[in-house]
């Protein structure tokens, strides 16, 4: 096998922050303000900004749980 059909098969692990923002259905912009607050998962690589799909799937996971558990930390604050 030659080194052009080695990197065909390189299947990848992560995503631009375009690829990332069109998974998440957010803008390019809004996604790169989040990573530089911190409030999403994303690996540096010099100046880029790299994001896994599983950690991008875990992330939305945990975003959904919060929302779920704010009801109830609000019915604890009234009663």
Partial sequence: MDNLQEQASV???TMSAKEAAAYLGISYW???EMAKRHE???IACGSR???RKE???KWME???KKILE???EYIKKIY
Avoid: M, N
Wanted: glycine residues 0%; without cysteine; aromatic residues 10%.
């Fill in 40 to 42: 999403i998962p994303y």
């Fill in 62 to 64: 945990e975003q959904e």
């Fill in 70 to 72: 704010k009801p109830k």
């Fill in 55 to 57: 950690a991008l799937d």
């Fill in 30 to 32: 809004l996604i790169l």
């Fill in 11 to 13: 299947e990848r692990v």
């Fill in 49 to 51: 900004k790299l994001f």
